[in-house]
């Protein structure tokens, strides 16, 4: 079965960076597009940025410049490079595979706060 784990949230400091990774399992992990979402408290959750099987990326306008996605097809990973962070970038992040139906990670806290 599908499985996605997210790791590597935390408390940091406005213009702090942080790494989050995502370990896939359970299908032909590079054969599928990956993303990243994130769902702040009270919002409705939003793409963060995704990469295609051929490793195109793309990303939304609040964190281009700031977040890179990227992925390893050998250990079926993908990360999430998040620089500059602002308070704004608070929420619970998480990882998202469409393989027939969605699929999600259980989520990762990432908080920006001094």
């Known amino acids: 079965q599908v499985q996605l784990v997210e790791s590597g949230g935390g408390l940091v400091q406005p213009g702090g960076s942080l790494r989050l990774s995502c370990e896939a399992s359970g299908f032909p992990f590079s054969n599928y597009a990956m993303s990243w979402f994130r769902q702040a408290p009270g919002k409705e959750r939003e793409r963060v940025a995704s990469?295609?099987?051929?490793?195109?990326?793309n990303y939304a306008a609040s964190v281009k410049g700031r977040f890179a996605i990227t992925r390893d097809n050998v250990a079926n990973m993908v990360y999430l490079q998040m620089n500059g962070l602002k308070p704004e970038d608070t929420a619970v992040y998480y990882c998202?595979?469409?393989?027939?139906?969605?699929?999600w990670g259980q989520g990762t806290q990432v908080t920006v706060s001094s």
């Open positions: 998202q595979t469409w393989n027939g139906a969605n699929y």
């Open positions: 990469i295609g099987s051929g490793h195109t990326a």
